[in-house]
């Protein structure tokens, strides 16, 4: 909270530092560190309103100094661990075996197997706050004292935060599997360890364990406070999500995480290691404001023009202000001649016009679908083995059969009822909500995955533009689906030794940011086993010689 009150304080310096020259002359001397920062929640439009009505802000010096990607987009799903996984593999969920952070696995045993032989595979696989050994706690159970002032001193490895208990396991082996080893392919964390540099990553879940990459030790100091865990002082039902100015206060924490590492310490200060070749965090702050109808007595979400109202403007102001704290501490180190910095996002958020917004609740869809598939297969299991709709609808189906597929593809597009609207009030909608579904056959082929993939799902629902998966009135956006709001998100890329103050308005995607990582560090992009898989292109950006 401190760094956001001091952001006017910095800006004169960002701007020295970051330079606002729509052509300025590239920086001296090699990149040796990679800041990557994602924003969740940050739509290319909202960028470029807010650098319009900043110009002096930080991420406008970030902007005019550096490159601008204007057509970016995510994979698809856009959600947080595609999209997290996307940025640092260089793959789609396809190639990288990651949907989202709650889907399920064919092949797979549930959590707690322990006799494997002739055990039923198919099982969920959760990435989200239920892996902690204790969800309630920022440090997931590890057991500080004093938290959250504490929290600095936590650390991210399987054996202390994760529960093994909670985990699903490999029938081949029978043992326990870990994030990391549910990742299919390698990360840019594993190539930079491999070649003897320092990496360092700070996340909101324990189960980011998976940024560690297949070897399970890319990243050296990995930071995961539980952001679903419970604000000291708050509601019994309080996480830091609930309420903006908890978010700011949680994200400060991995603020302060950053710039410790600049500094050329772990994150949490005790040890001087040197400054990481790749290093970051992601913010929450503007997609809790993004998603809350009000908190701290401002409204959420957008205005009916579509542009950021004053919550979300309020959370972009405190993303620039973390920022510009950031190049401030590079500069004062010395360091903003070799830093790269890459500010990007997991996944955007939809709707951003209000007027958009159709709640439906899923549930009583997923009980009919299990109820009409049981009537005409007595003794059968339930159909739907897994579903995660959030502005996408994701199922996979204890029967992979074509007629399975079919059935529940039908049943879902002939659903037709009321949901609410942003106040509450009813509102009619159709097909369950969806403009598309893909089942089956479909799904995979919609995802390049083969038919027979273990992860992929079953049905896979491209919503109608505004629709949001919930039985409440707590949210007035989401994301995860193939929308555009999900999908358009802003990418900046300041490197000293490219050319600067450049627009790129070609269609880019945001995995090609892993590439574009190794590139900078003078390391081989074709390290990276998704690169390889998909012919993952760096970001364009000219390097004067």
């Not at 550096?66 to 994979?75: D, L």
């Not at 840019?188 to 189960?207: C, E, I, M, N, Y």
């Not at 959030?390 to 593809?409: Q, T, V, Y």
Request: glycine letters at 10%; a negative charge.
């Amino acid at each position: 909270m401190a760094l956001a009150a001091s952001g006017v304080l910095v800006i004169a310096a960002v701007v020295a530092a970051l330079g606002v020259s729509a052509a300025r002359a590239p920086k001296s001397g090699a990149v040796t560190s990679v800041l990557l920062l994602s924003v969740d929640g940050l739509h290319q439009r909202d960028l470029a309103w807010y650098v319009a009505g900043h110009p002096g802000s930080a991420l406008a010096a970030l902007v005019h100094g550096g490159i601008e990607y204007t057509a970016a987009s995510t994979p698809v799903p856009s959600d947080s661990f595609p999209g997290t996984v996307g940025q640092l593999t260089g793959g789609d969920p396809s190639v990288t075996g990651i949907y989202y952070d709650d889907t399920f696995n064919h092949d797979l045993l549930p959590a707690g197997t322990t006799s494997c032989t002739g055990a039923k595979p198919g099982t969920e696989v959760d990435l989200t706050e239920d892996l902690d050994r204790d969800k309630a706690a920022i440090d997931a159970g590890q057991g500080l004292a004093g938290l959250p002032d504490s929290v600095l001193g936590m650390t991210a490895t399987p054996g202390t935060l994760i529960n093994p208990a909670k985990l699903p396991v490999d029938p081949a082996t029978c043992k326990p599997v870990y994030p990391h080893t549910y990742l299919r392919v390698n990360t840019v964390f594993d190539v930079a360890s491999q070649a003897g540099l320092r990496t360092a990553w700070a996340d909101k879940h324990p189960a980011y364990d998976i940024v560690n990459g297949t070897t399970g030790r890319g990243v050296r100091d990995l930071f995961t406070p539980e952001i679903n865990s419970q604000v000291p002082g708050g509601p019994a039902d309080g996480d830091w999500t609930t309420d903006n100015a908890s978010t700011e206060r949680y994200d400060a924490y991995k603020v302060r995480a950053v710039l410790n590492e600049i500094d050329g310490y772990d994150h949490a200060r005790t040890a001087q290691v040197g400054i990481p070749a790749i290093f970051g965090m992601n913010f929450q702050t503007v997609s809790t404001a993004q998603k809350l109808p009000s908190s701290d007595g401002l409204p959420g979400g957008y205005l009916a023009d579509g542009t950021p109202g004053p919550l979300v403007a309020r959370a972009l102001d405190f993303v620039d202000a973390q920022l510009g704290a950031f190049v401030t501490e590079l500069r004062r180190s010395d360091l903003d001649r070799t830093t790269a910095v890459i500010l990007s996002s997991k996944h955007g958020q939809s709707p951003t016009e209000p007027a958009a917004l159709t709640r439906i609740d899923d549930k009583p869809l997923v009980h009919g679908l299990d109820a009409q598939w049981a009537a005409g297969h007595p003794g059968a299991a339930p159909l739907v083995a897994q579903a995660t709709d959030d502005d996408a609808i994701m199922m996979w189906l204890s029967d992979r059969s074509a007629e399975a597929a079919a059935f529940a593809k039908a049943y879902l597009l002939g659903q037709h009822g009321v949901g609410t609207d942003i106040g509450g009030g009813p509102k009619t909608f159709t097909a369950s909500g969806l403009q598309t579904l893909y089942a089956g056959a479909e799904a995979a082929r919609y995802f390049h995955a083969a038919p027979n993939d273990p992860a992929v799902p079953d049905l896979y629902g491209v919503v109608q533009h505004g629709v949001v998966y919930t039985g409440g009135t707590s949210k007035i956006a989401e994301h995860g689906g193939a929308d555009a709001d999900d999908q358009q998100v802003a990418l900046v890329l300041d490197s000293p030794t490219a050319a600067h103050g450049q627009t790129v308005d070609q269609p880019v995607r945001t995995t090609q940011i892993a590439p574009t990582i190794l590139r900078l560090l003078d390391l081989d992009p074709a390290a990276l086993q998704a690169v390889g898989i998909e012919h993952t292109v760096e970001l364009p950006h000219d390097t004067p010689q």
